[in-house]
C-alpha cells in the first residue's frame, strides 16, 4: 500500500484492503445499496452517478435494490431492474463505469412483497397481508412450496445474469422490513406452519436456501453478500438481535460478507433531526464475533475517527455509507489525500430520499452535481475554467449565493461577494438555530472553508448595495440571491388572495421568530400551510420556550410534506409528546382583536379560537427588489460595462436549500455558455418492434 502524502497515518487503517470471497476491494469505504429515482429509466445517467463513487475512491459500489422478477416490481418507484436478459446492457453500463476507477460492482438482488401496481402480478410473501408499507387496496397472498421453488428459481437466475452483466458482489437482500426474505425471518409477517414457519430455523430455511444457491450460482466468479435488518425494533414481534444471533450461528459463514441494518428504512435513514451518527452501533457491536467473513454497517458516517474506532474496536471491517457517499462521492479520496476539512459532510435533511419517493432523479442538498453526472456534465470537484475574464457581484451569501461564488471562483473569475447581515449562511445560518437543525451548518461550514481560500473571491458584510452603486463599481455580470421573505398575509396553497386581517392582532412569520421577536402573550397559534420543516420546528421551539401552541393546518397531518423524507411520523410524535395541540384538515380564515377564526377544509365549518397571536407559515416572497431596480436602468449598463443581472434560488423562486444550492451551481456554470437552445438531456424509450 503507497501511503500517498498528506495522509494522517491515523486513517491508514481505513485503507487497507479486504477480501469478499474471491474479488478484493481495496479500501473500506463500501456505498452500500442506494436507490435514487433513475433506476431502470434513466441507465446513462444512473451509471455516471456510479462511476463518480468509484471515481472519488469507495471500493465497492453497490446499485439499488433491483427487481429479479416481475412479480415483484416497485413501481411506481424506479429501481433497478434484472427481470430478463434484455436488462443486461443497462448494468453493463453501471459496472463498466465502475469497474473504470478500480472499484468492485454490487448488485443488490430483491423481491418484495410490493403490490406490483405496472405488471399486475398478484403480489406474494409468506403470509396473507396487506401489502407492507404503503396503503394500496391489495394484499400479499401467501406462498405455497411452487412459489418458494419459483422463487429460488428467478433469483438464481438474476445471480446468473448479474454476473453476466459484470457485477463483482451480488447481495441476498433480507432487509428493510419489505423484503420476502426479511418477512419470512419475522415473526410479525410470518404465521405459517410448515417448514418454513414456526421456529427460527424454519423462518431461516428459505434466507439458507437462497444464500446456498447463490452460492453455488456464483462459483467463486463473484462474492456473495447477505443484507440482514438486525432487529426490527419491534421488540418480540420480530427479528430482534437476539433472533440474528440465532440466525449467525446457522448461517454466518455462507456468504462472504455480512450487510447489518437496522429496522425499516425510515429508522435506518433517519434525518439528523431524529438521529445522530452511528446511531445504531449497539444493535451492531458484538455481531462481528460470530462470523468470520467480513462486515459492513451503516451510520451516516462522515467522521474519519468515527470511522476508524469502528474499525480497530472491530464492529465493522467496512465503513458503509449511502447518504454520506452523495452529499461526497469524494470523502475516501479526500481523507486518504488529507484533505479533511474539503469533506462535504452530510447534513441529514433526506432530500436525496424525498427524490426516490417523488419518483424524480436524485438531488442532494449539500452535492448538487448529484444526479446531474451525465445530464449536465457536473462534476462534484471540478468545474470548467472561466470563458473569459469578468468581474462578478453576487449580492447574497445564503446558500444559493455562497454556491454561485464557490463555482465563479473555482472557474477563475474575479468575484465579490456582499452580505447585508453580519454573517454568511443566510436561511441556513438561520435554520441551524432552530431545534434540531444544527448539523445544516454544513452547507456553511463547506462553502464558506472553500472560499475562505480563493484569492479571487472577496466577501463583504453589512454591504447592502444600491442599483445605482453597483453600476459605479463596474461588473460584468450580477447574480441576486437575496432570497425571499415569509408572507404575512396569509397567501398559500389554501388561499390565493390576501386575508383580510385584524391590524391589532398579532400576526408574526418565521422570519420573526428567527430575528428574535416573540409572541405578546403564551397563546400562540401557527398556521402552517407551507408542509415541510417549519412549522414543525418552530411549533417546537415556542413550547419549549414555554407558550402554549396549537398548530393548525390545513393537510390530514402535520409537516405533511416530511413524508417524503420519512419524517413525518416522527414529527407528529415529537409535538404530541411536547404537549402540543394540533387541528389538522382547517385554515386560519381571518383574525380578530382576540383570535382566529378557522373553517374546516372538507365542511368549510367555522369557528373561533382563542389565542394572543398568531405565527404565519405559508408561503414566501422572493426578494427581487433589488433585480427590478437593476433592470430599471437597462439603459445604463452598457456604459457601466454590466451584461447580465440574474436571479438566483430563492430570489428567483423560493424552494428548498438543495434547489437554491442547486440554482447557485446552474449559475456559475451556465455563465458564458452559449449553447442554451440544446435539446435537454434524456433517454428515450424505444418502440417495441
Ligand atoms: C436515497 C437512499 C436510497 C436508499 N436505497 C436503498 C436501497 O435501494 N436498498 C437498500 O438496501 N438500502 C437503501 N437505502 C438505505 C442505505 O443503504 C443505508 O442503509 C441507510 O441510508 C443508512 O446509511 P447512511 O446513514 O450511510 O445513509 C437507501 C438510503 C438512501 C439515503
Ligand atoms: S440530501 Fe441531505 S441527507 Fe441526503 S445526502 Fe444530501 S445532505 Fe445528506
Given at each position: ?18 477480501a469478499i470471497g474471491p474479488v478484493v476491494a481495496r479500501n473500506r469505504f463500501f456505498q452500500v445499496p442506494q436507490c435514487n429515482g433513475m433506476g431502470y429509466r434513466d441507465p446513462s445517467a444512473l451509471a455516471a452517478m456510479r462511476g463518480m463513487k468509484a471515481e472519488g475512491g469507495w471500493a ?26 434484455r436488462d443486461i446492457p443497462a448494468h453493463i453500463g453501471v459496472t463498466e463505469s465502475i469497474h473504470a476507477h478500480g472499484s468492485l460492482a454490487a448488485i443488490e438482488l430483491t423481491h418484495n412483497g410490493s403490490p406490483n401496481l405496472y405488471t399486475r402480478i398478484p403480489p406474494m410473501g409468506p ?262 475574464d469578468a468581474k462578478i457581484l453576487v449580492v447574497g451569501g445564503g446558500p444559493a449565493g455562497l454556491e454561485a461564488a464557490m463555482g465563479l471562483g473555482n472557474r477563475g473569475y474575479e468575484v465579490v461577494l456582499i452580505e447585508a447581515s453580519r454573517e454568511l449562511g443566510g436561511r441556513v445560518a ?260
Amino acid at each position: 500500500m503507497t501511503v500517498p502524502q498528506g495522509r494522517d497515518p491515523r486513517y491508514d487503517v481505513l485503507f487497507e484492503s479486504v477480501a469478499i470471497g474471491p474479488v478484493v476491494a481495496r479500501n473500506r469505504f463500501f456505498q452500500v445499496p442506494q436507490c435514487n429515482g433513475m433506476g431502470y429509466r434513466d441507465p446513462s445517467a444512473l451509471a455516471a452517478m456510479r462511476g463518480m463513487k468509484a471515481e472519488g475512491g469507495w471500493a465497492v459500489v453497490a446499485t439499488e435494490e433491483t427487481e429479479i422478477h416481475p412479480s415483484s416490481e416497485f413501481a411506481p418507484y424506479i429501481e433497478g431492474r434484472i427481470w430478463d436478459d434484455r436488462d443486461i446492457p443497462a448494468h453493463i453500463g453501471v459496472t463498466e463505469s465502475i469497474h473504470a476507477h478500480g472499484s468492485l460492482a454490487a448488485i443488490e438482488l430483491t423481491h418484495n412483497g410490493s403490490p406490483n401496481l405496472y405488471t399486475r402480478i398478484p403480489p406474494m410473501g409468506p403470509s396473507h397481508r396487506p401489502v407492507h408499507g404503503e396503503i394500496q387496496p391489495i394484499q400479499i397472498r401467501r406462498m405455497n412450496r411452487s412459489d418458494i421453488s419459483d422463487l429460488r428459481r428467478w433469483h438464481r437466475e438474476a445471480v446468473e445474469r448479474s454476473i453476466e452483466a459484470g457485477y463483482d458482489i451480488v447481495y441476498v437482500y433480507a432487509g428493510h422490513d419489505f423484503t420476502t426474505l426479511n418477512h419470512f425471518l419475522s415473526r410479525q409477517h410470518n404465521d405459517r406452519t410448515d417448514e418454513y414457519g414456526g421456529s427460527l430455523e424454519n423462518r431461516s430455511r428459505l434466507l439458507r436456501e437462497i444464500l446456498e444457491e447463490t452460492y453455488e450460482v456464483a462459483d467463486g466468479r463473484v462474492g456473495v453478500a447477505c443484507r440482514i435488518n438486525v432487529d426490527e425494533l419491534v421488540g418480540d414481534r420480530g427479528i430482534n438481535r437476539e433472533e440474528t444471533v440465532g440466525i449467525l450461528e446457522m448461517l454466518g459463514e455462507i456468504p462472504d460478507m455480512w450487510d447489518f441494518m437496522v429496522g425499516g428504512w425510515p429508522e435506518d435513514s433517519a434525518t439528523s433531526r431524529f438521529g445522530p451518527e452511528a446511531e445504531r452501533e449497539e444493535y451492531i457491536r458484538g455481531l462481528k464475533d460470530l462470523t468470520s467473513k467480513p462486515v459492513v454497517g451503516v451510520g451516516r458516517f462522515t467522521s474519519p475517527d468515527t470511522m476508524v474506532r469502528m474499525i480497530r474496536q472491530g464492529i465493522l471491517d467496512f465503513i458503509g455509507a449511502a447518504r454520506p457517499s452523495i452529499a461526497d462521492p469524494f470523502l475516501p479520496k479526500k481523507i486518504e489525500e488529507g484533505r479533511i476539512e474539503d469533506i462535504r459532510e452530510c447534513i441529514g435533511c433526506n432530500i436525496c430520499v424525498a427524490s426516490d419517493t417523488l419518483m424524480s432523479p436524485i438531488r442532494c442538498t449539500q452535492n448538487p452535481a448529484m444526479g446531474e453526472e451525465w445530464r449536465k456534465g457536473w462534476h462534484p470537484e471540478i468545474i470548467r475554467p472561466k470563458h473569459a475574464d469578468a468581474k462578478i457581484l453576487v449580492v447574497g451569501g445564503g446558500p444559493a449565493g455562497l454556491e454561485a461564488a464557490m463555482g465563479l471562483g473555482n472557474r477563475g473569475y474575479e468575484v465579490v461577494l456582499i452580505e447585508a447581515s453580519r454573517e454568511l449562511g443566510g436561511r441556513v445560518a438561520r435554520d441551524a438555530l432552530l431545534p434540531g437543525l444544527a448539523s445544516w451548518i454544513r452547507v456553511l461550514d463547506y462553502r464558506r472553508t472553500q472560499i475562505d481560500r480563493m484569492k479571487n473571491v472577496d466577501y463583504y458584510f453589512e454591504s447592502a448595495m444600491t442599483a445605482d452603486e453597483i453600476l459605479e463599481y463596474g461588473f460584468n455580470h450580477v447574480a441576486i440571491a437575496t432570497g425571499a421573505t415569509w408572507r404575512r398575509d396569509g397567501v398559500g396553497y389554501a388561499h390565493t388572495y390576501p386575508l383580510d386581517l385584524d391590524p391589532q392582532f398579532e400576526v408574526l412569520t418565521p422570519d420573526d421568530l428567527i430575528a428574535s421577536t416573540r409572541p405578546r402573550g403564551k397563546e400562540v397559534v401557527i398556521f402552517d400551510d407551507d408542509h415541510y420543516y417549519v412549522g414543525g420546528v418552530v411549533t417546537e421551539l415556542l413550547i419549549k420556550e414555554g407558550y402554549s401552541v396549537t398548530l393548525v393546518t390545513p393537510a390530514a397531518d402535520v409537516s405533511t410534506w416530511t413524508h417524503n423524507t420519512m419524517e413525518q411520523h416522527r414529527i407528529q410524535a415529537r409535538l404530541l409528546n411536547l404537549g402540543a395541540n394540533l387541528i389538522t384538515g382547517h385554515s386560519v380564515m381571518t383574525t380578530d382583536t382576540t383570535g382566529v377564526v378557522l373553517s374546516c377544509v372538507y365542511t368549510g365549518k367555522e369557528r373561533r379560537f382563542d389565542c394572543d397571536s398568531a405565527v404565519f407559515i405559508t408561503s414566501r416572497l422572493p426578494n427581487e427588489g433589488l433585480y427590478l431596480d437593476l433592470l430599471d436602468r437597462r439603459p445604463s449598463w452598457d456604459d457601466a460595462g454590466l451584461s447580465t443581472v440574474t436571479t438566483v434560488g430563492d430570489a428567483l423562486n423560493p424552494g428548498t436549500i438543495a434547489s437554491a444550492i442547486w440554482d447557485g451551481r446552474r449559475f456559475a456554470e451556465d455563465l458564458g455558455r452559449v449553447d442554451d437552445d440544446l435539446p435537454f438531456p434524456r433517454e428515450i424509450a424505444r418502440i417495441a418492434p
